[in-house]
């Protein structure tokens, strides 16, 4: 069974960090494009950072400069690490792997961000 566990979530001040984590099971992370999304209370999902099979990468403009996506494939798990973070970065997070055919999506970590 394929499986993609989202950890490292949790409370923390405005301006601090965050390092998210994707581990994958039952398959290798490599073949698939990878995306970390989020869902705050009332709002549709988002997608945050994409990162392709080839390493490249895309954020959306909110996170810019701020957060990066990578992924290391010997320990097949992606990763997003959150710095400089706001309140309004405060939502599900969830980890997403497509190919042309298939979609997974992890169970989602709480981010939140406040004083």
């Known amino acids: 069974q394929v499986q993609f566990v989202e950890s490292g979530g949790g409370l923390v001040q405005p301006g601090g960090s965050l390092r998210l984590s994707c581990a994958a099971s039952g398959s290798a992370v490599r073949i698939y494009a990878m995306g970390w999304y989020r869902q705050a209370p009332g709002k549709q999902r988002e997608l945050v950072a994409g990162?392709?099979?080839?390493?490249?990468?895309n954020y959306a403009d909110s996170v810019k400069g701020r957060f990066t996506i990578s992924r290391d494939n010997a320990k097949n798990t992606v990763y997003l690490q959150m710095n400089s973070l706001k309140p309004e970065d405060t939502a599900v997070y969830y980890c997403?792997?497509?190919?042309?055919?298939?979609?997974?999506w992890g169970q989602g970590t709480q981010v939140t961000v406040s004083s």
């Open positions: 997403n792997a497509r190919t042309v055919t298939i979609t997974h």
């Open positions: 990162i392709t099979p080839g390493g490249s990468t």
